[in-house]
């Protein structure tokens, strides 16, 4: 089962982790996107987006504060969900796509808000390696 939780944090952190990225390669596009969505300051929250995706997505992959990463996905997932993907706003296919845009996020948050009942540290993580060399070196 250990493998299994890896494999699951490997991908979500990975998505998480070329999400982020993807906010930095693409502000601009993204900027004026969430502009016309009517968010104020869009290319600061564009930035502030990209770095809680990033946060999120080390957190994930490498074990490391997962409660932080936790955080930071719910402050990402959240607001942009609600501001971003308003489907009820929308008539015909934009309505069909920020649907499906919707649904995808809320999957995203529950997924997300299940990893707060794993016990830390979590199997193959960082916290838990160094744990394990603390605890040799201390018995030698």
């Known amino acids: 089962m250990k493998e299994i939780f890896l494999v699951g944090r490997v991908l979500l952190g990975g998505f998480l982790l070329y999400s982020g ?44 504060a997962p409660k932080v990463g936790i955080a930071a996905s719910v402050l990402f997932l ?18 069909a796509n ?8 809320v999957g995203l948050l529950g997924a997300v808000l299940t990893l ?5 540290p979590w199997p193959y993580g960082v916290e838990s390696r160094r744990r394990l060399f603390r605890w040799r070196h201390a018995t030698i």
């Open 78 to 95: 959240v607001p942009v969900t609600l501001t971003m993907h308003q489907f009820w706003a929308h008539h015909g296919m934009a309505r």
């Open 21 to 64: 990225i993807h906010h930095f390669t693409n502000l601009e596009t993204l900027s004026q996107h969430a502009a016309a969505k009517g968010v104020p300051m869009a290319t600061a929250g564009v930035v502030v987006a990209g770095i809680l995706l990033l946060v999120a997505g080390l957190s994930f992959l490498l074990g490391l």
């Open 98 to 105: 920020e649907l499906v845009e919707f649904t995808k996020n």
């Open 116 to 120: 707060a009942a794993v016990p830390e």
